[in-house]
């Protein structure tokens, strides 16, 4: 399974999965490098539990690999590659939500000696994710178990536009919902934020853009 050659570096996501479709593997690969941690850390604050989030993980993409021949161009890959984890999270929550309900605020239980560590510790931090300064040393935990807080329709847009860089017209597809909703869920995200953060003894503020502002 490949093709000769080699992938250019401005190759679009649509570009590479028509070419995994066609047989490529290489193109499969550079998809998984570029979408990981950003998808890892959608569906972790969505489950709220990090084994979970990594079997999440695991099954969209073989989700995407089994449903490869259907995919079609007619909107962006990001879109389809989220709309697959966020259905795949929603099913998993569901199964779950028998036994207890999870928070991003407990230790979570983690594999590898991991136990009892905070969820947002376990964060992947690729460096290359468009955070734009939600990340600040200081405040990311205490962003943390605020985001922990929100309602779960507001948490998801949050964390699609924030730390997915996900444009509100495709949150809205992935989301199933109306581009207005989606900002007004953003919005509310937002004000709770704000509320939680200064709960928390945080002197700061964040912009409507979701940019953090310490003081």
């Given at each position: 399974?490949?093709?000769?050659?080699s992938?250019?570096?401005?190759t679009?996501?649509?570009?590479?999965?028509?070419?995994?479709?066609?047989?490529?593997?290489?193109a499969?690969?550079?998809?998984?490098?570029?979408?990981?941690?950003?998808?890892?850390?959608?569906?972790?604050?969505?489950?709220?539990?990090?084994?979970?989030?990594?079997?999440?993980l695991q099954?969209?993409?073989?989700?995407?690999?089994?449903?490869?021949?259907?995919?079609?161009?007619?909107?962006?890959f990001?879109?389809w590659l989220?709309?697959?984890?966020?259905?795949?999270?929603?099913?998993?929550?569901?199964?779950?939500?028998?036994?207890?309900?999870?928070?991003?605020?407990?230790?979570?239980a983690?594999?590898?000696?991991?136990?009892?560590?905070?969820?947002?510790?376990?964060?992947?931090?690729s460096?290359?994710?468009?955070?734009?300064?939600?990340h600040?040393?200081?405040?990311?935990?205490?962003?943390?178990?605020?985001?922990?807080?929100?309602?779960?329709?507001?948490?998801?847009?949050?964390?699609?536009?924030?730390?997915?860089?996900?444009?509100?017209?495709?949150?809205?597809?992935?989301?199933?919902?109306?581009?207005?909703?989606?900002?007004?869920?953003?919005?509310?995200?937002?004000e709770g934020?704000?509320?939680?953060?200064?709960?928390?003894?945080?002197?700061?503020?964040?912009?409507?853009?979701?940019?953090?502002v310490?003081?």
């Amino acid at each position: 399974m490949g093709t000769g050659g080699s992938l250019a570096p401005e190759t679009s996501d649509e570009q590479l999965m028509l070419a995994f479709q066609a047989g490529d593997a290489r193109a499969f690969e550079a998809l998984v490098r570029k979408h990981r941690a950003p998808v890892f850390n959608f569906i972790l604050r969505f489950v709220g539990q990090r084994a979970r989030a990594e079997d999440v993980l695991q099954e969209t993409w073989l989700k995407v690999v089994r449903s490869a021949r259907e995919y079609a161009p007619k909107a962006r890959f990001t879109t389809w590659l989220y709309t697959i984890a966020r259905n795949l999270c929603v099913d998993s929550t569901r199964k779950e939500s028998y036994r207890q309900a999870t928070s991003l605020e407990a230790p979570a239980a983690g594999t590898d000696g991991d136990e009892g560590r905070p969820l947002g510790e376990g964060l992947p931090d690729s460096g290359a994710s468009p955070e734009r300064g939600a990340h600040n040393a200081r405040l990311r935990p205490l962003l943390e178990r605020a985001l922990a807080g929100l309602p779960e329709e507001q948490r998801e847009v949050f964390v699609l536009r924030e730390y997915s860089g996900i444009p509100f017209k495709e949150i809205a597809e992935v989301t199933g919902v109306s581009e207005n909703t989606v900002k007004s869920r953003m919005r509310y995200a937002l004000e709770g934020l704000r509320r939680r953060l200064g709960e928390l003894g945080v002197d700061g503020d964040l912009s409507e853009d979701g940019r953090t502002v310490a003081g």
